[in-house]
């Protein structure tokens, strides 16, 4: 029989309706909170460095691991960087391995069509209401509304790696201990338990509210507006202005064009700092084969 697009039941559907409350609602209610209660104290340099090095390391986790790694193979790692990677993307709170790479697979398979799970351009009609309406799908609404993609059609070849089932089993652990993390650090550094506090309460929420929102850019942003080095059929763009803070994600018609590429920069004054990591990785010995395609236009 042919498996279907998507799983569902009640408790899954639950559980993924919780998830995107706390990650879309839950986050800014408790940054409102920690604002509300003055919990922002004289920020210390050391706590700034933690949030920004910690964002770094997670959304590196996604653009490296979950993407570039484990959604498309364009490069191949050591079993426990592998691992590492698995858990840094777990840390960005955008949900477990499988989950994720399934959903955007899909993506792929099916860009601006009907079975997309987040495309922009499905729901809108052309003129700027429908182009507003497509952009709160593609970023917003979506997360709360698509039918969860079918890990066992979309990931059967990595369901049987038995390090990728255990970060994604155990992907709640993981989630916890990022936010749980930057404080240690910050304590540890500081010595001073109510910047660590407020590094709890503010900064972790930050860092996933932001990198939440950096990565449905992508979803949405990036099928809408932006420029195209390559035509294709679907409506993916690349999106300058996001390239740095999403370390390269927002090339994003170089990367329809090449999936299979670890490198998103494709002209000289394009910024891939996920692809600088993946260098860095294969000059420690940590990273091999990795597949640069070169384009046309470079
Ligand atoms: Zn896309
Ligand atoms: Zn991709």
Request: proline share 4%.
């Amino acid at each position: 029989m042919k498996d279907k697009l998507y799983v569902f039941s009640a408790q899954l559907n639950a559980v993924k309706v919780i998830h995107a409350v706390i990650l879309v609602i839950g986050m800014p209610v408790i940054i409102a909170l920690a604002l509300a209660y003055d919990l922002i104290l004289p920020i210390h340099p050391a706590a700034l460095a933690v949030l920004v090095v910690f964002y770094m390391l997670t959304f590196w986790g996604i653009t490296v691991g979950y993407h570039r790694l484990i959604s498309h193979k364009a490069f191949q790692v050591t079993g426990w960087a592998e691992v590492m990677l698995g858990i840094l993307g777990s840390m960005a709170m955008q949900g477990p391995v499988f989950y994720w790479v399934a959903n955007h697979r899909r993506h792929h398979r099916y860009a601006d069509k009907e079975n997309d799970p987040h495309s922009p351009v499905v729901t809108e009609g052309g003129h700027l209401l429908g182009r507003l309406k497509g952009f709160f799908y593609s970023h917003l609404v979506w997360i709360f509304s698509h039918k969860v993609s079918n890990p066992m059609l979309f990931c059967k070849d990595l369901v049987k790696n038995p390090r990728l089932r255990f970060v994604s089993s155990t992907y709640k652990l993981w989630a916890f201990l990022g936010l749980v993390i930057p404080p240690v650090i910050d304590y540890a550094i500081t010595r001073d338990s109510r910047s660590a506090f407020s590094t709890f309460m503010y900064f972790g929420p930050i860092r996933i509210f932001f990198s939440y929102h950096i990565t449905s850019c992508i979803n949405s942003v990036c099928h809408l507006v932006g420029y195209r080095n390559y035509s294709s059929a679907d409506n993916s763009r690349n999106v300058y202005s996001l390239s740095l803070v999403s370390l390269g994600e927002s090339l994003h018609n170089n990367h329809h064009r090449m999936p299979a590429s670890a490198k998103f920069s494709h002209r000289w004054f394009e910024v891939d700092l996920g692809y600088a990591f993946i260098r860095a990785m294969e000059l420690l010995g940590i990273a091999r084969n990795v597949n640069v395609l070169t384009s046309e236009k470079a």
